[in-house]
């Protein structure tokens, strides 16, 4: 009989995981809340295959590969789109394949990037400030509609490419960049340069995956190009975007309002509870700003998307580990 351990498995995530074992009765799975890392990597002795989803990197060495190859491992099967927090390079030198779920709801994101606009360009946020404040006049906070605006895409992926349908139905002018320019998409993307991007969008969402390569790729001369209306929405990696050049730029005016779903450094805070004080000085800054609407990397939490990165994990691995 082949066994899975999955690593830091939640608690929406466990009722899935069961189902899975259900189906598949020749298989044992046993599954843990705790992540894999150096002072957990030892749980992986004894098991076939393994399953986990973090933010925070497995490990700062080589070993923890090292390791998981003595024991006779062969894969590590990720419950997430992201990888960055495994290192490709020691997980090749130590025989590993690594898998991931790069689609487990495109629709799941796009909602939520859709949520996000809407609340910036209806100005939610402030209203709510000023009922709380009980004050319910409306002057100032005049909205415009969709249909009148203009949306850049940065990253036209699985997930972008739904971004913009949605918005394309409501009336938008799409505008978007990638790296590859998929003809698929030509109907509803205008494709673009960044700087373009920048300059004519009243609203720029980003839809790209993290990698060095894109690490701080919105700072402070991107967000200075930005038009003093636009609208920032981040639902795809925190270290994508200098959280202390968005800061600035809303503090500054440079631009209108942030929706942000992920934050650098979130796992200091998110999935956590606190009493006082957060951890997070960045995060208490936003939390601050009538003009910034946040949400605790939730962006893909839909029962579709969670059944899907925990199914389709479990099936990459028992594929690899079955030859």
């Not at 009922?131 to 319910?136: E, G």
């Not at 997930?159 to 109907?187: P, Q």
């Not at 934050?263 to 960045?282: H, M, R, V, Y």
């Amino acid at each position: 009989m082949k066994k899975i351990l999955a690593y830091n498995i939640l608690g929406y995530e466990k009722e899935f995981v069961l189902e899975w074992a259900a189906e598949h009765p020749d298989v044992k799975v046993d599954f843990n809340s705790i992540e894999l890392h150096d002072d957990t990597v030892e749980l992986a002795k004894g098991y076939d295959g393994i399953d986990y989803r973090q933010r925070s990197k497995l490990s700062e060495t080589p070993d923890l590969y090292q390791k998981l190859h003595s024991y006779g491992i062969t894969q590590l099967a990720l419950r997430s789109a992201g990888v960055d927090s495994c290192n490709l390079k020691w997980a090749k030198e130590n025989g590993l394949t690594i898998t991931n779920v790069p689609s487990y709801s495109p629709e799941a994101v796009a909602e939520m990037t859709l949520t996000h606009a809407l609340n910036l360009v209806r100005h939610i946020p402030q209203f709510q400030s000023r009922i709380a404040k009980d004050d319910y006049i409306v002057e100032g906070l005049r909205s415009r509609e969709l249909s009148e605006m203009t949306v850049g895409i940065i990253g036209v992926g699985r997930i972008g490419s739904t971004v913009a349908k949605i918005f394309k139905r409501f009336g938008a002018r799409v505008l978007g960049n990638d790296i590859k320019e998929n003809d698929k998409f030509r109907d509803v993307v205008e494709y673009t340069s960044k700087e373009d991007i920048f300059k004519n969008a009243d609203i720029i969402t980003m839809h790209t995956y993290m990698s060095d390569d894109n690490y701080h790729l919105i700072g402070k001369e991107q967000f200075k190009q930005m038009k003093s209306s636009a609208f920032f929405i981040n639902c795809s990696r925190g270290p994508i975007v200098d959280t202390d050049a968005l800061i600035e730029a809303l503090e500054n005016q440079e631009i209108a309002g942030a929706g942000i779903d992920v934050i650098e450094n979130e796992t200091e805070i998110f999935n956590q509870s606190f009493d006082g004080e957060i951890p997070l000085k960045a995060y208490t800054k936003l939390k601050a700003m009538d003009n910034v609407f946040l949400t605790p990397h939730v962006a893909f939490y839909t029962d579709i998307a969670v059944r899907n990165m925990v199914k389709q994990s479990l099936d990459d691995t028992l594929k690899l580990i079955s030859g």
